[in-house]
């Protein structure tokens, strides 16, 4: 399994990125592809996923209304397109696949819908994403 991520890079507050999770090796149909973040000095934390089959996002409420994901089925990619990012956006970004789905608490920010959430196993190597203010 491999997830390879990009599009990270320095950019002025206010401004967009773009960063991509490329997939191999895995059969797609069976995960949820997510997004997570580790500012320095902090623990990760989650961003959003998709869940393949269905394409059911789910993007957390601190960046609710600036970042969406999405998926290109054709070339096994997953996108997290982020606007209007500030100075607390800058962290590594990472992204990952799961296929277990576990309970978690209804309407927690991992909940992907009816009190599930999924455990990533597999994860890619990061992308750097700095906001200046």
């Known amino acids: 399994v491999q997830l390879q991520a990009s599009g990270g890079g320095l950019v002025q507050a206010g401004g967009s990125l773009r960063l991509s999770c490329a997939a191999s090796g895995l059969t797609l149909m069976y995960y949820a592809l997510g997004w997570f973040r580790q500012a320095p000095g902090k623990e990760r934390e989650f961003v959003g996923a998709?869940?393949?089959?269905?394409?059911?996002?789910k993007i957390v409420d601190s960046v609710k209304g600036r970042f969406t994901i999405s998926r290109d089925n054709a070339q096994n990619m997953v996108f997290l397109q982020m606007s209007n990012l500030k100075p607390e956006d800058t962290a590594v970004y990472y992204c990952a696949a799961g296929d277990r789905a576990v309970q978690t608490t209804y309407g927690s920010d991992d909940d992907m819908g009816n009190g599930f959430r999924y455990e990533y196993d597999h994860w890619g190597q990061g992308t750097q994403v700095t906001v200046s203010s």
């Open positions: 998709i869940i393949w089959s269905g394409g059911r996002t």
